[in-house]
């Protein structure tokens, strides 16, 4: 019916269009001022042409005509419906391939399942438009409201949109994850949760802050935790008549004696650490159990014809590996503990203390060697000096009466 009403109104289109080029295309050449008013008439002529056509049609054109209005409805319902199970299809097949490069990415799983959802919308809301469309309804009036009603929740949300975009980039460039340290914005703390509109974090003193990602996003962020190692400093102050290289000798002492302190490279420390953590687990793991092994039991020739995948490589694997290679062609850097005079003090030699160490134990170390430099030194003979002011005190002569 709908097809049938279309047709018609085409009919009387070109119809009541030919009446005027007949009747008018003299007076609109020559611009006769009268061309409007019988353009007009002819288009009033011709709709009443028309309708006078429909009515003086007979009862078995009018079935027909319906009949066959209600075919051509039917088959484009038929096919709106198979676009529509297609478009599904195809909308979930999307779904499960950017779940599957999510989860290999390791993406955030609050940033996952928010850009899924919004995937699916838009995809259904394009697949709405697009059964509409060969519904034969007009689609031009619902997408104009739709895009200003989407113009004016920008505006209104304007500050929103910048911190949830912040979020975004944060959960995808990783410039700091759950557990590290930072300082950003003025505040110091843990990160607890990194959300799609703000991070949470908790100050060493038990405050949680939520600080906006719009802010985070493109403001500076000093991550304490990012890097394996630390350089951890002191300053030592020792008095004037003690010896500087016996100092020295006796603080580099101590820190070698810690095991925690990095003896010479960093790369050496790290794979001796990584060495002792896999001993320890294979340690924890033997616990006398004789563990069996089945065969495997074979594939039959319709499975391995059906799940045949050919593995793709990973991007991000490739990237590491020749980052690594290019990294272990550097030379490396000694990193060995150091001692060295800093600044000749009023009152004392001041030296100054580096060594390094892994971030995870840099406190510790930090405040072990501080217990340590004060209770060893003493007894090698270095003493610490107190901050000494000297008065001196001039007698004025006693004037003569």
């Known amino acids: 019916m709908v097809y049938q009403c279309g047709a018609a109104l085409n009919k009387i289109t070109k119809h009541i269009t030919t009446k005027m080029t007949e009747a008018q295309f003299e007076g609109i050449i020559t611009g006769n001022a009268a061309t409007p008013k019988m353009a007009a008439d002819t288009i009033s002529s011709g709709l009443k042409e028309k309708v006078s056509e429909l009515g003086s049609m007979a009862i078995d054109d009018v079935l027909n005509m319906v009949v066959t209005g209600l075919v051509h409805f039917t088959i484009r319902l038929a096919i709106a419906i198979v676009i529509f199970y297609i478009g599904r299809f195809i909308i979930n097949k999307l779904h499960k391939l950017v779940a599957t490069i999510f989860i290999k990415r390791d993406i955030d799983r609050s940033l996952t399942t928010f850009v899924l959802s919004l995937i699916r919308i838009v995809l259904y809301f394009i697949l709405l438009v697009i059964v509409i469309?060969?519904?034969?309804?007009?689609?031009?009036?619902?997408?104009?409201?739709?895009?200003?009603?989407?113009?004016?929740?920008?505006?209104?949300?304007?500050?929103?949109?910048?911190?949830?975009?912040?979020?975004?980039?944060?959960?995808?460039?990783?410039?700091?994850?759950?557990?590290?340290?930072?300082?950003?914005?003025?505040?110091?703390?843990?990160?607890?949760?990194?959300?799609?509109?703000?991070?949470?974090?908790?100050?060493?003193?038990?405050?949680?802050?939520?600080?906006?990602?719009?802010?985070?996003?493109?403001?500076?962020?000093?991550?304490?935790?990012?890097?394996?190692?630390?350089?951890?400093?002191?300053?030592?102050?020792?008095?004037?008549?003690?010896?500087?290289?016996?100092?020295?000798?006796?603080?580099?002492?101590?820190?070698?004696?810690?095991?925690?302190?990095?003896?010479?490279y960093v790369e050496d420390d790290r794979e001796q650490r990584l060495i002792a953590t896999e001993k320890a687990n294979h340690i924890n793991d033997t616990d006398g159990n004789i563990q069996t092994i089945l065969p495997e039991k074979k594939k039959s020739l319709w499975y391995r014809l059906t799940h045949k995948t050919k593995k793709l490589p990973n991007i991000g694997e490739i990237v590491d590996t020749r980052h690594k290679s290019i990294l272990a062609q550097l030379p490396k850097t000694d990193r060995s503990p150091m001692v060295a005079l800093n600044m000749l003090n009023t009152s004392s030699i001041d030296l100054t203390v580096r060594a390094w160490t892994a971030s995870s134990t840099y406190w510790g170390v930090f405040f072990d060697m501080n217990e340590r430099f004060y209770k060893e030194l003493p007894l090698h003979g270095i003493n610490f000096p107190f901050p000494q002011l000297d008065v001196r005190v001039q007698s004025q002569p006693e004037i003569d009466k």
């Open 133 to 264: 469309n060969i519904l034969g309804l007009e689609t031009s009036s619902f997408l104009a409201i739709f895009a200003s009603a989407g113009v004016a929740i920008g505006l209104a949300l304007s500050g929103t949109l910048q911190n949830f975009a912040g979020g975004v980039l944060i959960l995808l460039l990783k410039p700091y994850k759950i557990g590290d340290y930072i300082e950003a914005q003025g505040y110091s703390g843990t990160v607890k949760e990194i959300q799609i509109f703000s991070t949470i974090l908790t100050t060493p003193d038990n405050k949680q802050i939520l600080i906006p990602n719009g802010g985070l996003s493109t403001g500076s962020i000093n991550n304490y935790s990012k890097e394996d190692y630390r350089r951890v400093d002191w300053t030592i102050s020792i008095a004037y008549g003690d010896d500087v290289t016996k100092a020295r000798e006796v603080i580099l002492d101590i820190l070698f004696s810690d095991p925690r302190i990095v003896q010479k």
